[in-house]
């Protein structure tokens, strides 16, 4: 018998043994371990191929028989089969993409189809068999080429691998050169078989090791939860130092009201009170958004709208914010700006102000200007709108962190501007949920220009004017009688007190369940002020009671701290005749009982 078969039985019976404890072990499942897998299993085969051709020639078979001819071809192509996986393996470690490890597989099909179909021949020697041929040719040539695609691939991704897992690779090139000699010294000698086994085993101890893998997971597991803790902490201090400044104000103007006897002095510091909710209440809007919008929970309402109002109403705003500022506000609105058009017109504006409320933040003096042009193709008009300004500018190395979350430059000058860093990530974010793009051109010391570009249907004929309301004029609505339902006294403290203002009747329940009550009792109101969360039975859920109850028809507010942009929709959607979000806005709520309480 040749010497090579008892290497390659005992190389066979240790590699069963031992892929018997690796199947039986819990594994963790990725792609290196399949294709380790598959590494084990052909060189089973392999070795079992080996022994097998060698004892069929000891038995005297006829060399010539097709059948021990196939066999020593699926023997020969083995060493490929093993060298494109174990070259496939170090892809794998190396990160390279799946799709890139398909095409390999195709390639690697096709090269073993065409190998079994290329001629094998014997030469024997003292009572030795050696395969010769164009396919042993083939297949050794294809051998040395992933052996040198092997070293390339660790050559290129060094600090990708660590030594550990270039282990078998050195090992390969070790043991195969050195068997290559000894086989070309004696044929009897060719253990390549036996060295593919013994690279198996070194592979397990080194990467492969089901329990080395599980804590390099568990570690991974580890340092992902630590990222995402850090993230969270990064996030409470900023928002709490976000929170903190407008907070402040409000508690400071407020003692000092306390204390203070003269009404203008009063007055001037209950408008700074004012001032200081609207950016608190801007912050946790921002926050909310975001939040919605990382979670997936953002949808695109698309109404039909008069794009023309919206700007009307962007530049009426602006020129609110710029207020005393020495600021030439210019605006240039493109003529053919179509009368109607379809899309979420709330997200379209509150990306468009974003841009206008920076431009007005970072810039001292000299000139704001909003253009809108368009580009109309079939039934879809392309808004362009750019916002430029001639304020501080933005650094080029800033210019890539402009959209993450947070991120606020020139702290030194910006001191004194109120701002979460969130408005710019909110911008980007809404923009990417309706295909619209954003581009920024910017020179630091002169200015930057902000133009965004979102695709809208055009309506030619509007079929439920959901647009813009105009304000309706005042009228009497005293002595009218109005239900407030809240489960937070303080809330209904507060809108009993503003609504007292008008000198209308208040009754106040704080749940949906004594609502209900109230009116199944025959209690009479012009208007219902609803809460929506609230425990037990929230706002929506009483309202859709009420609304089962005989003969109801009063109409039913939304009176919700849930107040992220787009809410306004949902609550319209759900049914109640309107909607006003807390803290609560005076003109939202006279333009409210201006409406409902005729
Ligand atoms: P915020 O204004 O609340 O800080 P944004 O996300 O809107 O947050 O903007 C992020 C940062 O980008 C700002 O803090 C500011 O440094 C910079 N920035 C945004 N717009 C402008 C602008 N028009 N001019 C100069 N800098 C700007």
Redesign the pocket.
Known sequence: MDIGVYFSSSALIILSIFALRYYLKPRIKNIETEIYSKLLIVTIIGLGLEILTCVWFKMGVNIDDYVYKFFSKLTISYYFVWSALFYNYLSALCKYSKKRQKIFNIIFILIYIVLLCLPIDFSKANNTITPIGLMVNVVYALCFIFTILDIYLCIRNHKRLITSKLTPLYALLILGSLDFILGVVSPQLFLIGYVFALIIIIMFFTIENPDVKMIEQLNIAREQAEKANNAKTDFLSNMSHEIRTPLNAIDGFSQLILEENNIDVIKDEARDIMAASQNLLEIVN?ILDISKIEANKLEIVKVEYEPRKIFDELVKLTKARIGEKPLEFRVNIAEDLPTYLNGDYVRVKQVIL??L???V???KEGFIELNVSTVKKDNVCRLIVS?K?S????KKD?IDK??SKF????LEK?MT???????????KKLLDLMHGKIVVD?VYGK??N?TVSIDQKIVNKVSTAKVVEEEKPKISIKGKKVLIVDDNLINLKVAGRLLSTYKITTEEVSSGFECINKIEEGNKYDLILMDDMMPKLSGVETFKKLQEIEGFNTPVIALTANAIAGMKENYLKQGFNDYISKPIDKKELERVLNTYLK
Request: proline letters at 0%.
């Open positions: 921002g974003n841009l409320t920076n431009a933040k970072y810039t916002v300004d304020g501080i500018g933005i800033n402009l959209f991120e606020r430059f020139d910006n501007i109120e701002g979460t860093g969130l408005g710019l990530a909110i911008t910017s200015g930057s902000f």
